[in-house]
């Protein structure tokens, strides 16, 4: 088990001595490709003391097996809508990673059509059985759901823009290790904010103000291969997988390391920093990812972009039109259903 934790501090997993407040944490879609893994994640957190594990089927299994990790946190799993409410009840943290994952030649485009629907649902029933919880939102296309969970929520009266968070922690952690490894510098010690949205070119890495400086010179045309395998990493991982799944370890591994920072947020911890997809006034559109601080009522500030070099700022202009376009849809879909 010691040997288990160790290897989760590597990403900056941090773990925490001394006594914790109780916290309840729910995973929707917990018995999926992405929920799996991130449950056994989430059993493990120090920060978390009961687990909540709900799918529309298989969630039981699921959860006696997790349950079987002497770890502190009680795991519960609950199968089918009948049981959402009460898997849902006390919840501090919500992470919703429930839909259908990308295959070979599906844009996340795609997957709205399927996943808004899905999204919507279980959004509305945290706005009934929880509404002060974080909403972690990993349900692809991000730039749609986590709109689509703000309108929704609004329906309700329930919209704390603090708490509705798009989990775009996968692409900082790729940006990371592929920086690391082309820079010649200890992945550990590498910070790099990723800014705008969650899918393509709406993912712009800001390189030009990663720590610490690269080991090896980096040209441009490295900068350029290196924004661009940032924007595929997911498409990277379809096609590796030649159609039998997408990103899902290490997207659970970035949906954990996310779920943690809002945990310790919550407790107090001071200087919690991440890049999230949130309600933002940074640019002219209302949805941005940037760096957020985060407190005891999620987000409680919103960092701006800091200085672009040309080449960033280029890519925050191209990227606009396709972010405004799936905030527009995401906003749309809600108001229609």
Do not use: W
């Amino acid at each position: 088990m010691r040997a288990g934790k160790e290897v989760l501090k590597a990403g900056t997993r941090s773990f925490a001595s001394g006594s914790l407040p109780d916290r309840k944490v729910a995973v929707l879609g917990a018995a999926g490709g992405i929920g799996q893994p991130l449950s056994l994640l989430m059993k493990l957190s120090p920060y978390v003391s009961e687990l909540s594990l709900y799918d529309i089927a298989g969630t039981p299994g699921v959860a006696a097996d997790v349950s079987h990790i002497n770890s502190k946190a009680k795991v519960k799993g609950y199968a089918g809508e009948d049981q959402l409410g009460e898997a849902l009840k006390g919840c501090d943290v919500v992470i919703i990673p429930a839909g259908v994952p990308r295959k070979p030649g599906m844009t996340r485009d795609d997957l709205f059509k399927i996943n808004a629907g899905i999204v919507k649902s279980l959004i509305e029933a945290c706005g009934k059985h929880c509404p002060n919880a974080l909403l972690n939102i990993i349900s692809n296309p991000v730039n749609s759901t986590v709109p689509i969970a703000a309108e929704t929520l609004k329906k309700l009266g329930v919209y704390d823009e603090r708490r509705v968070l798009g989990v775009t922690t996968l692409d900082v952690v790729r940006a990371k290790t592929f920086y690391a490894e082309k820079a010649g510098v200890d992945v550990d010690k590498v910070d790099i904010p990723v800014v705008g949205g969650h899918a393509g070119v709406t993912i712009l890495p800001l390189f030009s103000q990663a720590v610490p400086s690269p080991s090896n010179n980096l040209s441009d045309a490295d900068i350029d291969a290196l924004t661009k395998r940032t924007q595929d990493g997911g498409t990277e991982v379809v096609q590796a997988k030649a159609g039998k799944g997408s990103a899902t370890l290490s997207m659970a591994y970035a949906g954990a390391l996310f779920a943690d920072a809002c945990l310790r947020g919550l407790n107090g911890d001071s200087d919690v920093v991440e890049c999230s997809y949130v309600a933002s006034t940074i640019t002219d559109l209302p949805f941005f990812s940037s760096k957020v601080k985060l407190g005891r009522n999620g987000v409680e500030e919103v960092y701006g972009l800091g200085e672009l070099n040309s080449h960033e700022a280029e890519g925050l202009k191209a990227m606009m039109p396709e972010l405004r376009s799936s905030i527009e849809k995401g906003v749309q879909f809600a108001a229609e259903n």
